[in-house]
């Protein structure tokens, strides 16, 4: 049984909450990188709110997801919510994927970010693009989403080392207690 | 003494004095101008004295620059920041002069057509990110009198339609975008008209396409393309954009072209909104 003390509980409260201060102050950045310029950017929202969802609970992903995806559909210019549904599907996936099969390492993250980052351009091609007809539409998937995706990729690394140091920082780590830290030692030694 | 005052060697002292005050009184008569003898030694030693001139100089600057430096590093200080002060009025001043300019390009659109109900100048807020056909968003909405499918345009040419519109922001689609399609004609003949419609080919080097032009038409590279005004949607006679390049479309019935647009469309820093003229089409909910 974990035992909170009055104290542990406000530090855990306070750290929660900057965390997520932070997390959103590093959405509202990547929001305005994203519309600043009129060059091809990455789409630097995707990794980070798949980096948010993979170490935080399901449905503080999935709204995050959702918040991200809303950003970016303002920014890119698509129907409202078109997005939001795609990342808050992503990182509901990424979250469930992550807590029941992998472990939360770099190269991980870095697949399953790149998977979405590549369904999202995909999936933005196919119907802003593709679905219409244009002449020599797949010039826009080679030249732009391709790109895109690639810049978004390449982009993923930097934002899993700010999301590190965030955590790491302000992730607050459970308390065990004598009895679990003995029960946990003698699980392991078991297993062995 | 008095053997000196007598002697060979005062009298030839008082002699040279007597030769210098004459000399004197020469150079006065001369008005300001060097008697020759001054001129000839100044120009033999004039390489000398400006070497030495040059050398006492630097020393004096360095025994200066070493004696007075707190005076002249707070100096430095405050001319620096007098500096910093000039540039950021020199800034302030360039923005004020860029804004009247265009204030006045403006203002020589509604002086060319008095039927034009024209928006207040909208700053463009930013380029849709990774838009490959250059959409942006303006900072006037609704609340400014803008509606969905207003003309936007510059006064050197047409740019785009509003597609969605806020209340304070609204979203443009430009002349580069296959989803804008905009009934075009030659300024200089009305009788050759065509469809200016963007592509994805021609939206990569900022132009866009005239197509759906007859094979028999008198268009040749140069010509402007201008709105003909037919749908009610775009103003008559504004202009769009030069012929690059005429060739036969893909479908060999018709004569399509490259236009390069009179707007820069990826630098655009403000634009004007067409809320109402002479010919629009009140049920405005198609495109041209």
Known sequence: ?192 | MRDFLKSTRFKILLGFLAFLVGIMIYAVTKGGYSVSGASFINTITKPFRSASNGISMKMEGTVDKLSNADKYYEENQKLKKQIGELNAQLTEYDAIKAEVEELRKFVSIKEEHEDYMLSQPCKVLGYVTNDPFKSFTIDRGSADGIKVNCPVVTAEGLVGITVEVSEHVSTVRTILSPDLSVAAMASSSSADQGIIEGSVLASENGRTRLIHVPKKNKLKRGDLMITTGTSGLFPKDYPIGTILDIGIDSNGLSVCADIQPCVDVNRLTSVIVITDFSGKKEEDKDED
């Open chain 1, 1 to 192: 049984m974990r035992i909170r003390t009055t104290r542990e509980q406000r530090i855990f409260r306070f750290k929660t909450t900057l965390r997520w201060i932070i997390y959103y102050l590093l959405i509202f950045i990547s929001f305005i990188i994203m519309t600043s310029g009129t060059l091809y950017k990455p789409v630097i929202l995707v990794p980070l709110a798949v980096g948010i969802a993979i170490n935080n609970n399901i449905y503080a992903s999935a709204v995050t997801g959702a918040i991200c995806g809303f950003l970016i559909d303002i920014c890119c210019g698509k129907l409202f919510g078109y997005n939001a549904v795609i990342l808050a599907f992503f990182c509901i996936a990424a979250n469930l994927v992550f807590e029941l099969y992998l472990k939360d390492r770099f190269i991980n993250y870095f697949i399953i970010t790149a998977a979405a980052s590549f369904l999202q351009c995909w999936l933005d091609y196919k119907f802003y693009y593709q679905i219409w007809g244009y002449e020599n539409v797949g010039r826009i998937f080679r030249k732009v989403s391709l790109k895109i995706w690639i810049y978004t990729v390449i982009s993923s690394v930097f934002v899993f080392l700010v999301l590190k140091l965030v955590n790491r920082l302000l992730m607050p780590r459970e308390h065990l207690t004598i009895e679990e830290a003995i029960n946990t030692n003698i699980q392991s030694e078991n297993r062995r």
